[in-house]
């Protein structure tokens, strides 16, 4: 299945696994964990957000975990980030909602992830589209998207 995503991991050298599974609207992580057979906390969630002035950027997140905005705008220095709506998040990352990836995003935006997802030998991440994950190692990722670590985790 190529995908700008899969593409971009490919140009990169990443090796990495393709997982589908039946997409459900609004499942969400654990649909993808439960079909897959993997803990919903090693599926990373890619989620599209802005800050006050409505710049872009995206929170890699735990999928049983929740993304403190407060805390979010305070370890990134922002007066206020929120989520974007999905249209939006589609015009700046060239995915449709439910497919985001960070890899191949049609313009590189800022990347924050939860610190205790490096901890993780590798993960689940969407790979471009709706019912698509890829297994990657954490590191690759960390060393691809160079992502800035958060601590901005809430129980689900």
């Known amino acids: 299945m190529k995908t ?3 593409e971009f991991l490919a140009k990169h050298g990443v090796t990495y696994t393709e997982h589908e599974y039946e997409y459900v609207e609004h499942g969400g992580t654990r649909v993808s ?3 897959l057979g993997v803990p919903e906390h090693e599926v990373v969630k890619t989620l599209v957000m802005q800050d006050e002035h409505a710049k872009p950027l995206i929170v890699l997140m735990h999928g049983d975990r929740k993304v403190s905005t407060k805390n979010l705008a305070r ?3 922002k007066k206020s980030i929120e989520p974007c709506k999905p249209e939006v998040a ?3 990352t ?3 909602v439910g497919g985001t990836s960070p890899f191949g995003t049609r313009k590189p935006l800022p990347v924050f992830m939860e610190r205790s997802i490096a901890e993780l030998a590798a ?4 790979g471009g589209r709706r019912g698509f994950l890829v297994h990657v190692k954490t590191q690759d990722l960390v060393s691809l998207l160079k992502p800035s670590p958060v601590d901005v985790a809430l129980e689900d």
Do not use: D, K, L, P
């Open 94 to 96: 060239g995915y449709q």
């Open 33 to 35: 964990s439960e079909s």
């Open 4 to 6: 700008r995503a899969t």
């Open 75 to 77: 370890q990134a220095g």
């Open 123 to 126: 993960i689940y991440i969407n």
């Open 90 to 92: 589609q015009r700046h």
